[in-house]
């Protein structure tokens, strides 16, 4: 069964400094793979997907992601956090290639920014 | 800009009652889901929907119920409210996979209702 497993339900960072969400997943097939976004008071966002395309993935506001498949995992990067990156994550995980589009969701990992 | 839209913010409701949960979207989206967020668990899958008058059930569907009358709008309901239910209950929509273009294609979400049963 497809899974994912997010390493870090807090993380902080200041203003202008790297960001890292790490993300592990569990699937017996090459995996459709996402990062959603939700800000405060919001619903999620896609940031980015990984659809067994280019392994290198980049989405909106200068965050990306690497699939690595002989680590089984899907980090969120970003070179330099911005006030407005706060917010909580979701690594998720496509349930079945084929069907109906079931997604898995990560626990989350809030990213805190402080100036 | 697709717009999904949960009718109440917020919503308190005693142990028993019947409650219902709206969602309605402008973007003619054939998909429907919905998801209740609880702190460490990420978001669950109660139901969704692929069509009009269509339903299958999520991983959490003991306790709810839903029905898709019209294409736009997607209502959760709780026939008895219970405590175990206090939650915060996101819906999203999503276009038919129809197309390789439309594979994966993302999921539109409300702002969620949280919903406190007393």
């Known amino acids: 069964a497809q899974s994912v497993t997010q390493l870090d339900s807090h993380v902080s960072v200041s203003e202008g400094t790297p960001v890292l969400l790490r993300c592990n997943y569990s699937?017996?097939?090459?995996?459709?793979l996402f990062w959603y976004v939700q800000h405060p008071n919001k619903g999620l966002q896609l940031l980015l997907k990984?659809?067994?395309?280019?392994?290198l993935v980049k989405g909106i506001n200068g965050f990306e992601a690497e699939f690595k498949k002989s680590e089984t995992s899907f980090h969120l990067t970003k070179p330099s956090a911005h006030m407005s990156d706060a917010a909580e994550y979701f690594c998720?995980?496509?349930?079945?290639?084929?069907?109906?589009?079931?997604?898995?969701f990560g626990t989350g990992t809030r990213l805190l920014v402080s100036p | 800009d697709v717009k999904v839209t949960q009718s109440s913010r917020y919503l308190v409701k005693r142990t028993g009652e019947k409650v219902f949960l709206e969602c309605v979207q402008d973007?003619?989206?054939?998909?429907m889901f919905w998801y209740r967020q609880d702190p460490g668990l990420g978001l669950r899958l109660i139901y969704f929907?692929?069509?009009?008058?269509?339903?299958e059930k999520g991983d959490i569907p003991e306790g709810y119920s839903v029905s898709r009358e019209k294409k736009e709008r997607f209502s959760l309901i709780l026939e008895s409210a219970s405590t175990n239910q206090t939650s915060m209950y996101l819906c999203?929509?999503?276009?038919?996979?129809?197309?390789?273009?439309?594979?994966?294609?993302?999921?539109?979400f409300g702002n969620g209702t949280r919903l406190t049963v007393t």
């Open positions: 929907s692929y069509d009009v008058k269509m339903k």
């Open positions: 990984y659809t067994s395309a280019a392994t």
């Open positions: 999203a929509s999503s276009v038919r996979e129809l197309t390789r273009s439309s594979y994966n294609s993302p999921l539109h």
């Open positions: 699937s017996s097939y090459s995996p459709s």
């Open positions: 973007m003619d989206h054939e998909n």
């Open positions: 998720v995980v496509r349930r079945g290639n084929t069907g109906f589009q079931k997604l898995v």
